[in-house]
């Protein structure tokens, strides 16, 4: 789903500028950038850097990002949405667990640390995380709060708190853990985390 919102997107901003965008050049764009974000570090991902290593004019990228940061944000959005797709089968609430544990898992990987890189990117150039939040977690945010509300709706989140407060309590207590490395943080862990706060009887 976000993956379809990234291309959505990415689609309206070409046809403003009168140039479709290709497929092809877009993905060596976005994991060429992801790619060298998680090997060689945010600071050496530069747009020389991912022109280079995608084969793409730097004029190309200008044009279809309007800056570095949200070039960053755009690859690990891609990237995110292969590694963490929303799963499709199950109830509400067996989605809403398998994703965080999914999630957990990631944030011991190098999922982690550029997820975390591109956070700080974006506050230490703008101040605030805004862009990450708009180009990113806005989208994600609202599917899995989506996914909640449907869970109370067929009771299988047994949580009668806002679908919002919901969601932004799991994730910000995994992000929290793994932010200062408290223990334990991991699949089962997080399994757990939602059973408790949504509220959910194992089967």
């Known amino acids: 789903m976000a993956k379809g919102m990234i291309e959505a997107d990415g689609d309206a901003a070409a046809n403003r500028r009168g140039r479709p965008r290709s497929a092809e ?44 940061e949200a070039l960053l944000i755009d690859a690990f959005l891609d990237h995110a949405s292969l590694m963490l797709p929303l799963p499709t089968s199950g109830t509400p609430a067996d ?13 011991q990987g190098e999922f982690g640390k550029v997820q975390l890189a591109v956070i700080s990117e974006c506050i230490s150039k703008t ?5 990450f939040f708009e180009r990113y977690l806005r989208y994600r945010r609202a599917a ?3 996914l909640i509300a449907a869970g109370q709706q067929d009771g299988s989140v047994g949580a009668a708190g806002a679908p919002e407060d919901l969601y932004d309590a799991i994730y910000g207590s995994l992000f929290y853990r793994y932010i200062f490395e408290i223990k334990p ?9 939602v059973d408790t706060l949504l509220m959910i009887r194992r089967r």
């Open 25 to 68: 050049t877009t993905n060596a764009i976005l994991q060429s950038a992801y790619t060298l974000m998680a090997t060689t570090g945010l600071a050496a991902t530069s747009i020389d850097a991912v022109a280079r290593h995608s084969n793409v004019s730097k004029m190309t990228i200008y044009k279809w990002w309007p800056s570095r």
């Open 95 to 107: 989605r809403l667990r398998s994703h965080a544990a999914a999630y957990a898992k990631a944030l």
């Open 127 to 131: 101040g605030s995380a805004e862009i």
């Open 144 to 146: 899995l709060v989506q």
């Open 185 to 193: 943080i991991s699949p089962a862990q997080a399994r757990n985390l």
